[in-house]
């Protein structure tokens, strides 16, 4: 599991069944760096952008914790929905100490 921030969404022109009631955000990967500043100085040109699956509601600028691989397509089974990453949890705060 990693931490990111929402940077974007993504707006389909044509939709699969399999994504219906959920929202895509793209997002990127923080750094250990990063976290104590909550991503604020998230740098988007170096770090990793993710498309990521999103049914928690996580808005412009949120901090969210993203499961991804064949974890993120856990959520759903039996039913297999075609995702790489997914929301987790959306993170109020961070402390690093």
């Known amino acids: 599991m990693r931490i990111a921030k929402i940077i974007g969404d993504v707006t389909l022109n044509r939709c699969v069944p399999e ?3 959920a929202s895509l955000r793209v997002a990127v ?3 250990l760096d990063e976290l104590p500043h909550n ?3 998230a740098d988007t040109d170096s770090n990793e952008i993710l498309v990521l699956w999103d049914e928690l509601g996580s ?3 949120s ?3 993203l499961s991804e691989s064949a974890e993120a397509a856990r959520p759903f089974r039996p039913i297999n929905k075609p995702v790489d ?3 987790a949890a959306i993170l109020e705060n961070i402390n690093l100490k």
Do not use: E, H, K, M
Request: hydrophobic share 45%; charged share 0%.
């Open 29 to 31: 990967a923080l750094t």
């Open 19 to 21: 994504f219906v009631g």
């Open 59 to 61: 808005g412009q600028g």
């Open 63 to 65: 901090l969210i914790a």
């Open 39 to 41: 991503g604020s100085q």
């Open 85 to 87: 990453a997914y929301n």
